[in-house]
Structures are given as structure tokens and as C-alpha cells.
Nanobody, 114 residues
Framework: QVQLVESGGGLVQAGGSLRLSCAAS????????MGWYRQAPGNQRELVAR???????NYADSVEGRFTISRDNAKNTVYLQMNSLKPEDTAVYYC????????WGQGTQVTVSS
């Protein structure tokens, strides 16, 4: 079992930056692949970025070059640095832990104003 708690969302103007954090507890963090997903109203939840236990990353085309996912295994935390934010990045962002099943946080709202 893994418990995930996101933080760092908020309101920002287009072109600005935010850093999301996801603190994990309850299991051995370093063995999980971690990801950030987002869901905008009326849309399906979509993958934003993922990082493997070994540190390999992949990104959605829409955020490539603007967002960076990282993890600190000593702090049981995964981060999403979001730069050059656009109004279309507005969504609820969810942290995910994956190994033999999926665990989700409660989500944090990111709103980008034009």
C-alpha cells in the first residue's frame, strides 16, 4: 500500500512556473514507477510525465521541453517542475505510483490564466 499526497498547485499567469510535489508513505518508494497525470473538465485523465525506479523519464508531447519530473528517494517525494505554463495546462494534477497496481493521490488544482 502507498499513500500519496500532492501539493504545490495554484493559480498562475501564462508563462509562469509551478512545482508540484507528491509525498509518498507506506511502502518502499524507490521500487515504484511514479507519474503525474492530469484531468481537465470534460476530458479523460492523461499521462503528463513518468519516471521509473531507475530514473528514466518520458513525457507527453504537449509538455516536452517545458515540464521536468524528478524524484528524491531519500525524501520519498516526486516532483513536477512546470515552466512556460499555458492556459491549456489547466487541470487537476494527480500523482500516481505503479508497481503491481496503481495508487493515486487526491489531486491538486493547477489553473493557468491567459
Amino acid at each position: 500500500q502507498v499513500q500519496l499526497v500532492e501539493s504545490g498547485g495554484g493559480l498562475v499567469q501564462a508563462g509562469g512556473s509551478l512545482r508540484l510535489s507528491c509525498a509518498a508513505s507506506g511502502s518502499i518508494f524507490r521500487i515504484y514507477a511514479m507519474g503525474w497525470y492530469r484531468q481537465a473538465p470534460g476530458n479523460q485523465r492523461e499521462l503528463v510525465a513518468r519516471i521509473t525506479p531507475g530514473g528514466s523519464t518520458n513525457y507527453a508531447d504537449s509538455v516536452e521541453g517545458r515540464f521536468t519530473i524528478s524524484r528524491d528517494n531519500a525524501k520519498n517525494t516526486v516532483y513536477l517542475q512546470m515552466n512556460s505554463l499555458k492556459p491549456e495546462d489547466t487541470a487537476v494534477y494527480y500523482c500516481n505510483a505503479h508497481r503491481m497496481g496503481d495508487y493515486w493521490g487526491q489531486g491538486t488544482q493547477v489553473t493557468v490564466s491567459s
